[in-house]
């Protein structure tokens, strides 16, 4: 692509205000010596600010509000899976400890119950919490 080219690509772009510093000083620099350039350049001008003017359109409240929702939606998940995390955390660790507790304190084998029924209750309370999760994501969908 030529100069003259390349140049014309970002006329459009320029009348608009858009090009960083450096294609503008190229696009300046060659409507000085291009006259079919600077002509067009002209006439985006003349499009840009009649655009401009125009008044823009308001968005629907049904939209925004929705929008409004979703968006609080996805920071009540982002907040409860930081929450859920933090928890699941935590009780890896108390369960931990406690095993280890048990086993100083008491024996081996009140240490294996206690992580046996303490991972089996968290395995539970994993797949209820994942089953509320998905019947708020079903009612989120249908609002």
């Known amino acids: 692509m030529s100069d003259h080219e390349s140049v014309r690509a970002l006329l459009a772009l320029s009348a608009a205000g858009l090009l960083d510093p450096d ?15 600077a002509s067009e350049l002209e006439a985006y001008g003349s499009l ?6 125009m008044p823009a359109p308001q968005a629907p409240v049904y939209l925004v509000s929705r929008t409004v929702a979703m968006v609080a939606a996805e920071a009540d998940r982002r907040q409860g899976a930081v929450l859920a995390g933090g928890a699941a955390v935590f009780a890896c660790v108390f369960v931990l400890l406690v095993g280890q507790m048990l086993r100083t304190m008491v024996s081996e084998d009140a240490a294996l ?4 029924w303490a991972s089996i209750s968290s395995v539970l309370g994993a797949a209820c919490a994942l089953v509320l999760a998905s019947r708020r994501r079903l009612e989120r969908s249908i609002v």
Do not use: M
Request: net charge negative.
């Open 23 to 37: 294609e503008e000083r190229l696009v300046r620099e060659h409507v000085c010596h291009c006259v079919s350039c």
């Open 48 to 53: 840009s600010l009649e655009l401009s003017n």
């Open 113 to 116: 119950v206690w992580l046996v």
